[in-house]
């Protein structure tokens, strides 16, 4: 009997000597060692009640422990759920509410908190600190360290990310077995990972990116992991020697190219970087190939779909592009009236191995998403040019539309970025009585840089449309962003909403 994720990922850990994790303080965690935790937590978690089907909702620190919870979950015919940690009381309500899970796993620290939220819902709630430790390690140590996988096909679900809602309730993704191993066999191919890759991982493991994209590529070839609780600069400057490849979103390689400890013979050595999960601005593409010589090499997806484009491995790496539709992907460009030409603006859709199932008891949702055809309506905007290298323009939310006309935030802002003294930049929509909305702009300065905003509008007068011109702009000290680094256009919104009332 088979069963598809287990068997590709976990299973081939048998007997490995090797390390599957490098953790911080330098030790060393086989792949054997791994995996014998695995069928451990297997055993707990069927003993604390879970079914095959069942899901296992997941709010803990990123941990070695954490991702055999992942395994020992898949193992198990069951259903793995990771919650932000960032997430209160409140929203772990909605997600325990929604999801019904048969078990809750949270941080010890959290868990009189949270233990009546659970209990409304019938959850059981076990607990796993920030180093692995708790109630269902404490279950899971007298367990035998073998478990036999229960059958699942492609087809059934392995987990269920909620996206992060940034307009209206999170709606829980459904990705089956066949959707992530599809996805991380074609990555793993792609960017040339093997059982000698060594992977600095310093993501999150409750979102896409570090736990499918960075953790199954590197369970499915067999290399190893250095395994950071997060991005920390000291940690990433002392361990980059033992990797070879790093996967990270843009602030990483931001963050790295503001440490002068970050420079070139530091970085010689590397495969491979790889950015996704927010915009890597193009200058940080040229700066980062100036200090090191490498060109990062930039992705895109989203919770629902893993992965949908890549810039190549071998070949033009673009900087601001997003790529080349994955092998297997089918992407198109469409406009109110059918699928665009080259260069045209339009919303992006995907199809493939790689698209969710569905959201979890929405179906409305995802039939306003999901085409019966299989084609998913991504929500972001973007053009494909004739080489099929994909530029997005932003979320189709984002799309100011100011007396009638659209008006592209990416357009405004990569002007604006170019302007002397301005960091960056997030160009938005605000009500506005005439117009409906009007565009505008909130700036930061670069460090040490008195940012004068009506300046930085004046510089770019002549080269905008009126029409696409911020009516205004504001300096502040930096921008809202979520854990995955992206710009959180919400916040800004709701922050100078007033702006253009009349009073
Ligand atoms: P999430 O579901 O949290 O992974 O967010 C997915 C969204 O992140 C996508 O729909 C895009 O809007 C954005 N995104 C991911 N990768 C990129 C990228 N390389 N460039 C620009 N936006 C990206």
């Known amino acids: 009997m088979t069963n598809t994720l287990f068997d590709a990922l976990f299973a081939p850990l048998a007997g490995r000597d090797r390390p599957l ?8 965690i086989s792949g054997d060692r791994f995996l014998r935790q695995v069928a451990r937590l297997a055993h707990a978690l069927s003993a604390a009640g879970v079914q095959p089907g069942d899901r296992v909702a997941v709010q803990v620190a990123k941990s070695p422990a954490a991702l055999a919870a992942y395994g020992a979950t898949v193992a198990l015919g069951a259903v793995f759920l990771p919650l932000n940690t960032a997430y209160t009381a409140d929203e772990v309500d909605y997600f325990l509410g929604n999801a019904t899970p048969r078990v809750f796993l949270c941080d010890p620290v959290k868990r009189a908190a949270l233990l009546p939220v659970a209990q409304r819902h ?12 708790g109630e269902l390690t404490d279950l899971a ?3 035998p360290e073998t478990f036999d996988a229960v059958p699942r096909g492609p087809g059934d679900l392995a987990a269920i990310l909620y ?12 990705l089956s077995h066949g959707n992530l191993l599809s996805n991380a066999q074609v990555l793993a191919d792609l960017w040339r990972f093997t059982a000698e890759d060594v992977l600095l991982h310093a993501l999150p493991i409750f979102h896409t990116h570090g736990l499918f994209v960075a953790s199954n590529i590197s369970l499915l070839t067999g290399g190893s992991m250095i395994f950071l609780p997060g991005f920390d600069a000291d940690q990433v400057v002392s361990l980059l020697p033992r990797a070879t490849a790093m996967m990270g979103v843009p602030t990483f390689y931001t963050r790295l190219l503001d440490d002068p400890r970050f420079t070139r ?8 970087f790889i950015s996704g999960s927010a915009p890597l601005l193009a200058e940080t593409h040229r700066a980062f190939e100036d200090r090191t010589g490498h060109r990062i090499l930039e992705r895109y997806g989203m919770t629902e779909t893993n992965m949908n484009t890549s810039n190549p491995y071998e070949g033009d790496r673009r900087a601001g592009t997003v790529g080349l539709p994955l092998p297997g992907v089918e992407l198109r460009i469409m406009g109110e009236a059918g699928p665009l030409p ?7 859709e995907v199809r493939g191995p790689n698209v969710f199932q569905g959201y979890w008891q929405m179906p409305e949702k995802t039939a306003e ?9 991504t929500g972001d905007l973007g053009t494909q040019d004739a080489d099929g290298y994909v530029t997005i323009v932003g979320r189709a939310k984002d799309l100011i539309i100011t007396g009638g006309y659209n008006v592209y935030p990416k357009e405004v802002e990569l002007l604006l970025d170019e302007q002397p003294g301005v960091l960056e930049s997030a160009v938005i929509g605000l009500p506005h009585p005439d117009f409906g909305e009007a565009v505008f702009a909130v700036l930061t300065a670069q460090k040490g840089v008195q940012l004068d905003a009506e300046a930085v509008l004046a510089g770019i007068r002549d080269r905008l449309a009126r ?3 911020p009516k205004a702009a504001v300096v502040v000290d930096s921008l809202p962003r979520n854990t995955m680094g992206k710009v959180q256009k919400n916040l800004l919104r709701a922050t100078h909403a007033e702006r253009f009332r009349l009073s």
Do not use: Y
């Not at 994790?21 to 060393?28: A, F, R, S, V, Y």
């Not at 013979?265 to 495969?271: E, T």
């Not at 080259?342 to 992006?348: L, S």
């Open 467 to 469: 029409f696409k011109q």
């Open 265 to 272: 013979d530091l970085a010689g050595h590397m495969r491979l």
């Open 21 to 28: 994790m490098i953790l911080p303080d330098g030790q060393e």
């Open 342 to 348: 080259p260069g045209e603006v339009g919303v992006i």
């Open 122 to 133: 019938g959850v059981r709630v076990l607990t796993m600190g920030a180093t692995g430790g």
């Open 369 to 377: 998403e999901l085409r019966a055809d299989g084609w998913f309506i």
């Open 163 to 174: 996206t992060s809602g940034t307009t209206g309730r999170s709606k829980g993704a459904m």
């Open 141 to 143: 140590k007298t367990q």
